[in-house]
């Protein structure tokens, strides 16, 4: 019987992966490849590699891009900016850009209440390349979190109203305006879920959220050795300000 993927392997060629807290078992995934063969083919594979365990998917994608539908027009447009503008495009040209090459017209924006002067300039940025852009703000519909049964307690200023976001709104709304091409701005994690779920164009994200690294979520990643080393370990995470009151 084939050793099951969680006791097996070591974790290959990987440094960072060696030097993170010890498992006694573990799955093994790209995380904790270091050669990246897939990329040159100028290393190895390792024993777990997941190109080595997919190739019948590999032969099956191929022919997918290499035919006429979408998800190849999609793939080639994205390798155009790449290969045309590397490391001189911001992301946001670049999202403009892909707009354009695509041949949409109208342009979705999924933004958050607190993201809405960069949509603003967003949508500015869209027009002056003839785009066509609608901005729906997360909290649409205006449904208090009260209707929905969150406590009081619950709300960041309790007693008053506050409205709930509402993705899957978000998305109907974009979905009935015929939007070819949705940009997420700053959705909160979850709710991005539930927006991407709902709409019915490609979703491409501008911005995340993350209100403690100024919508930049990598740092927390830059900095894992030394001010968030705390994100390794789940249990030094915040804890949560209801924790009394529950
Ligand atoms: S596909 Fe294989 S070679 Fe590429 S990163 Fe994953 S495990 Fe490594």
Redesign the pocket.
Known sequence: MPKSQKEKEPRENNPQANNSPAKETFT???S????????RND?K??S?????ANKKGAEQTKALYTSDSFEAILLKTAGEIEAEFYGRMTRVEATVTFAKKMGFKKIGIASCLALMDETTILAQCLSSADLDAKAVICKIGSIDKGDLGVPDEMKLLPGHKEATCNPVLQAQTLNQWGAELNIVMGLCVGHDCLFNKNSQAPVTTLVVKDRVLGHNPVQAFYLSKTFYSRILDFNRYPKSRLAKKK
Not at 48 to 52: D, M
């Open positions: 093994a995934s790209c904790d490849c270091g050669d990246r063969n897939c990329y290393k594979y390792p777990f590699c997941l190109t080595l």
